[in-house]
């Protein structure tokens, strides 16, 4: 029996387990094999094969953001373009508009038809936004089972996981179908969107057994089972503290390290289509924009969404005796959270080293001007005036 067999027996069995008490330390064991053939999957242990194998695009800017959409398909019958991909013929949605919409907000003309697999590689592009260089990469859809390695899947996860935002283009005039469907083929493949990262502490030891430690009462796991997951995993010495009450699937990915936390944007196109009822229902789901390619609707506000999920700041910098250049293409870009020394980095590779204090004006200080170390947090708009030793 292969992987993709054993995915989809445990699948079955998990579905078909009702889940009380008494089923939930199977439950939690069918999970970590779960978990454990998904990831022997995604990344076969070969020593001369390439492992993970992307696109091969140079991340360049200061944020890279994957665009991407469902396509769903059926296996009775076969078409020329099907064949390219996954050996299915589609059946399900029409383009989406992401080719589209690549070529309205960048410079990058993208082919854009109203039939699938328009997009067959990676397509990069450049958003100018306040001063930063957001990349844009138009992947393919992924396709219904892309997490157990068809079409191309593997590559479009690949590149998924290197962004830092997940921007998924559907359909308005479809439904949720494609958002769900995406959201399960990204779920299975260890990408987890818009949640926090779980607060627990693990770490793997030679000797000592099982140290296990709860800071918080759990209701969705206990002892038993903690160690129950690790047998499964041939882990017999480790130390584990649970800061918050987390659950079985929460410590498995802990357990595997491999699992990437993303924040996603859902962008609703072809609004134009559909009543300002359902666009207004649309307009507030969770983490939702509604737009139309067609008719630039909403794309301003889109790419603003896009910066503030990202978490961009710019830092404005100041030489002694002179005023700072506070104009919209002046600054560096950087992260939120980002510290002084960041900011150094981002100057010159051996300021770090050199750096004595610095001097910031802004929103991060109580007062402004304030003297601050090097691990000072800075917020967006701060000038910044760095002296060396």
Not at 36 to 55: I, M, N, T
Not at 277 to 296: G, K
Not at 350 to 376: D, E, M, N
């Amino acid at each position: 029996m292969g992987i993709v067999e054993k995915i989809q027996e445990i699948e079955r069995e998990i579905s078909r387990t009702q889940k009380n008490k008494a089923t939930e330390y199977h439950l939690g064991l069918l999970k970590a094999k779960l978990a454990k053939y998904r990831q022997q999957l995604l990344e076969p242990a070969s020593k001369g094969g390439a492992k993970g194998e992307g696109f091969d695009v140079l991340k360049s800017g200061d944020a890279r953001v994957a665009l991407t959409t469902m396509t769903v398909f059926e296996a009775e019958e076969q078409s020329e373009f099907a064949l390219i991909v996954a050996d299915f013929r589609e059946v399900g949605f029409p383009s989406v508009g992401k080719s589209t919409f690549l070529s309205t907000v960048t410079n990058t003309e993208s082919v854009a038809a109203n039939y699938e697999f328009t997009t067959l590689t990676c397509i990069p592009g450049v958003i100018e936004y306040q001063g930063a260089n957001i990349q844009l990469l138009d992947l393919p859809g992924i396709i219904e089972g892309a997490s157990q390695g068809k079409g191309r899947g593997r590559q479009v996860i690949s590149v998924a996981k290197t962004a830092d935002l997940i921007l998924m283009m559907l359909d308005a005039t479809k439904g949720d179908v494609q958002r769900s469907l995406l959201e399960t083929e990204l779920e299975s493949v260890g990408i987890r969107l818009n949640k926090p990262r779980p607060n627990l502490y693990f770490k793997r030891k030679n000797t000592g057994g099982i140290k296990f430690t709860q800071t918080t009462p759990l209701t969705h796991c206990n002892e038993k089972m903690i160690q129950t997951i690790l047998h499964e995993y041939k882990i017999f010495n480790a130390e584990i503290v649970f800061r918050e009450d987390s659950t079985v699937d929460e410590f498995i990915d802990v357990i595997q390290g491999n699992q990437v936390y993303l924040k996603c944007l859902y962008v609703y196109n072809k609004i134009d289509q559909l009543s300002l009822e359902e666009v207004d229902r649309l307009a507030r789901l969770p983490h939702s924009v509604v737009i139309s390619c067609e008719w630039n609707l909403n794309l301003d506000y889109m790419i603003q969404k896009i910066w503030e999920y990202l978490s961009l700041i710019r830092v404005y910098t100041k030489k002694p005796g002179n005023a700072p250049d506070l104009g919209p293409e002046d600054g560096i870009i950087l992260r939120g959270g980002c510290t002084v020394e960041h900011c150094c980095h981002a100057l010159h590779r051996t300021l770090a080293s050199q750096f004595r204090y610095a001097i910031v004006w802004g929103t991060s200080t109580k007062f402004s001007p304030q003297r601050v170390g090097i691990h000072h947090v800075l917020d967006h708009e701060d000038v910044i005036q760095i002296v060396k030793k």
